[in-house]
């Protein structure tokens, strides 16, 4: 009895954890609307791969993205982040509206960075809250961050990030 006891936990924990990694796959920004473009996003698919995009309305930023795989562990997401989109060159200049220290980075070249052996980065992770009025009702912590899940579908926003 003991025995098929033990089984049967070993087989719930195994549903749980299956579970606890497909409600995680979708969209999911670190605001709860969309504005002139997306904020932090991640993207996080069923196979395990993931990608996340940087703050599409901050013109100064020199990395855009990184990509790789994905895994939960206890109260943990573990990324192994694989590639990395760089901009370099360019040049910092003042906005079209002349704002003082809202420059914007022009003329840098989109530059992609393996990374052999992948970087690993750990970051705490909560449970997956349902009782937001935005988004999809749902949200969660990633690194102290509230992210909002924005769509379940990746595959289908995928173009609005990398530009196809």
């Known amino acids: 009895m003991k025995k ?3 089984i049967l936990l070993l087989f719930s924990s195994r549903i749980l954890f299956a579970q606890e990694n497909d409600s995680l796959v979708g969209v999911w920004q ?3 609307v969309v ?3 997306w904020s932090n996003t991640f993207l ?3 196979d395990g791969t993931f990608k996340f995009f940087y703050n599409q309305m901050d013109m100064r930023k020199r990395e855009t993205a990184f990509s790789g795989t994905w895994r939960v562990g206890e109260d943990v997401l573990n990324l192994e982040v694989k590639e990395s989109n760089l901009l370099e060159g360019g040049r910092l200049v003042k906005n079209e509206n002349g ?3 809202d420059s914007v980075l022009i ?3 989109s530059k992609t960075v393996l990374h ?3 970087k690993e980065v750990e970051v705490s992770i909560s449970k997956i809250y349902t009782d937001s009025p935005y988004a999809m009702g749902k949200y969660i912590y990633i690194d102290a961050i509230k992210f909002f899940l924005m769509s379940k579908n990746p595959e289908e926003l995928l173009h609005e990030f990398e530009g196809k």
């Open 116 to 118: 052999n052996p992948p």
């Open 4 to 6: 098929f006891i033990l």
């Open 107 to 109: 003329d840098a070249v």
């Open 35 to 37: 504005a002139a473009g």
């Open 99 to 101: 704002e003082k220290g």
């Open 30 to 32: 670190d605001n709860e």
């Open 44 to 46: 996080i698919f069923k």
